[in-house]
């Protein structure tokens, strides 16, 4: 069963950049974005979760008129129940990926074709393997070659802000500078609606 989550990736905008995911996982907890270490039973390999931690909240904005947020299972609350894990924040870190993977929202991505730069929709139609073909210029792609501006993205390396809604979750211009300090490498984000990567 595929469970989809609303999520906001941050990642190297390098997408063949790739770190040691111990050395990500001590960067993040240097960071105060996570905090202790968090078993949801969704975890199967190499991937780890976190519950916020002690400077999330310098790092990630909370917009408009969000419902209230939390940022801790309720007292006693079943974790191996899928919807009380769609209930607050936490941090999804996969494992760093050999190839960089390409994640996309459905819904929300407007694609730019790299060829003729303009946009469509509906694109997954357009999909074949890795590329995609642009319905306006005919040209195939390959998906990570696409601009998929705020909804899409491709990168080695990935880190899920879970239950995070777009335009409402914001990361802080001082957290991406400090991924980028601390990497060496620029970080962007991008949401997505969609399984844990
Ligand atoms: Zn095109």
Redesign the pocket.
Known sequence: MTINFRQMILHPKDADFSIESSDLLAILAQLGLTGARLDTHLVTSGEQQFLVGEHFLQHISFMGCAPAIEFAPEQGGDLSDIAKLQQFIFVHVPEPADTPRWLADLDMAKPI?P??N?RFARWSEYIDKANMT?P??R?SSLQCDFGWREFGGCAKTMVSIVNAYPKETIPSGNLLSQLAKLTDVEWDYFYFNGPLP
Do not use: D, I, P, T
């Open positions: 074709c060829a003729c303009k642009c306006h210029c040209e």
